[in-house]
């Protein structure tokens, strides 16, 4: 018996299943390749280069180098700098917000359909429960379609269980880079922070 027979004989909620499975599937592809692209437009040594110039005192030097970047990190220590006389902080948490929103598009998704994969499955048993009761009560003498209606309750089951699962681990994993993420943002931010203070201070001296 192959996979599509099996997946045909879990009755009508199957659909459904099936539908909540393409869009798991297609948003874990998705936040795959942004993740290597992510990773590919890192660029440690820019952000090394803005705090250094930052720390020289040459923030317009820091600016144009990270305007030339893709990295996250110079992007959002960038948009600080811009307004580092007026409202860092608030730029400074507006461009996080904005990075990390990236990190987030898909993880809703995956969110419900952890959620509402197995209430699917719930579903299908109890649909496929109710018909073989149903035949136990009118049809005694019909035992293959008796045990069919329990295979549907099965199958039902079975594969809204494994589209959780699979949207289990990708949504943990996706969770856990864009804490990290989250954290190298507020961590540059404090350096940098502390950075412009340092040189304010020795600029009143």
Same mark, same amino acid.
């Given at each position: 018996?192959?996979?599509?027979?099996?997946?045909?004989?879990?009755?009508?909620?199957?659909?459904?299943?099936?539908?909540?499975?393409?869009?798991?599937?297609?948003?874990?592809?998705?936040?795959?390749?942004?993740?290597?692209?992510?990773?590919?437009?890192?660029?440690?040594?820019?952000?090394?280069?803005?705090?250094?110039?930052?720390?020289?005192?040459?923030?317009?030097?820091?600016?144009?180098?990270?305007?030339?970047?893709?990295?996250?990190?110079?992007?959002?220590?960038?948009?600080?700098?811009?307004?580092?006389?007026?409202?860092?902080?608030?730029?400074?948490?507006?461009?996080?917000?904005?990075?990390?929103?990236?990190?987030?598009? @898909?993880?809703?998704?995956?969110?419900? /359909? *952890? $959620?509402?994969?197995?209430?699917?499955? +719930?579903?299908? #048993?109890?649909? &496929?429960?109710?018909?073989?009761?149903?035949?136990?009560? @009118?049809?005694?003498?019909?035992?293959? /379609? *008796? $045990?069919?209606?329990?295979?549907?309750? +099965?199958?039902? #089951?079975?594969? &809204?269980?494994?589209?959780?699962?699979?949207?289990?681990?990708?949504?943990?994993?996706?969770?856990?880079?864009?804490?990290?993420?989250?954290?190298?943002?507020?961590?540059?931010?404090?350096?940098?922070?502390?950075?412009?203070?340092?040189?304010?201070?020795?600029?009143?001296?």
């Amino acid at each position: 018996m192959n996979s599509l027979s099996i997946f045909l004989k879990g009755g009508p909620i199957m659909v459904p299943i099936l539908i909540v499975s393409l869009l798991v599937m297609t948003t874990i592809i998705e936040r795959m390749i942004f993740l290597i692209r992510y990773h590919r437009d890192r660029s440690p040594q820019t952000v090394r280069e803005i705090f250094a110039s930052v720390e020289h005192g040459c923030p317009d030097e820091a600016i144009r180098a990270g305007e030339k970047s893709s990295d996250s990190v110079a992007s959002v220590i960038t948009a600080a700098l811009r307004e580092r006389d007026t409202s860092y902080t608030s730029a400074l948490l507006t461009a996080s917000s904005r990075e990390l929103k990236k990190f987030n598009r @898909g993880l809703p998704l995956l969110d419900t /359909a *952890i $959620t509402i994969a197995p209430l699917l499955g +719930l579903l299908g #048993t109890v649909m &496929g429960m109710i018909r073989s009761f149903g035949l136990i009560a @009118g049809e005694l003498d019909a035992p293959a /379609a *008796i $045990t069919g209606g329990i295979a549907e309750a +099965l199958i039902a #089951t079975a594969f &809204g269980l494994l589209v959780a699962i699979m949207a289990l681990l990708p949504f943990n994993y996706l969770n856990a880079r864009m804490e990290e993420a989250r954290t190298e943002l507020e961590e540059a931010g404090n350096r940098l922070e502390i950075l412009l203070i340092r040189r304010s201070s020795l600029g009143r001296e």
